[in-house]
């Protein structure tokens, strides 16, 4: 699974680099499942299984270790489902420690579905963010 940043990153980095604004994107980082995948521009159909919540992880050396492409050092975990979601989770969108923002997104190789007593998670090395 690869994926990359969102138009609102390429701005703040753009604004960074050529407008001398500062971003810091925070000491968190929120991570969210999708039935319809993001993209550059945001967007997607966030999962909504019963039980379901975004997952926080630290934003830090641990969790995201490598370089180019950025793949998670540990394993990220959702709360086990309590009911089926509707529709397979195709993608995955991280967010700014707010959870307000999305910073990055991914598709996943194969759609997976979520059902009752599924725990949905990323195995250390299987999420990857990359720049080209």
């Known amino acids: 699974?690869?994926?990359?940043?969102?138009?609102?990153?390429?701005?703040?980095?753009?604004?960074?680099m050529y407008g001398?604004?500062?971003?810091?994107?925070?000491?968190?980082?929120v991570m969210a499942l999708y039935t319809v995948a993001p993209g550059e521009a945001g967007g997607g159909t966030?999962?909504?299984?019963?039980g379901y919540a975004r997952a926080t992880v630290t934003n830090n050396l641990t969790t995201w270790p490598s370089t180019n492409p950025k793949l998670n050092g540990v394993e990220i975990a959702f709360?086990?489902?309590?009911?089926d979601q509707t529709g397979n989770v195709v993608g995955v969108g991280c967010f700014e420690s707010?959870?307000?923002?999305?910073?990055?997104?991914?598709?996943l190789t194969v759609a997976k579905p979520v059902l009752n007593g599924d725990t949905p998670k990323f195995p250390a090395s299987s999420l990857s963010f990359s720049e080209d």
């Open 98 to 107: 707010a959870g307000v923002n999305m910073i990055g997104y991914a598709t």
């Open 20 to 29: 001398n604004q500062s971003w810091t994107p925070g000491a968190n980082s």
């Open 79 to 83: 709360p086990t489902a309590t009911g």
């Open 1 to 16: 699974m690869a994926g990359s940043k969102t138009n609102y990153v390429e701005t703040k980095i753009l604004d960074l």
């Open 46 to 50: 966030e999962a909504n299984y019963a």
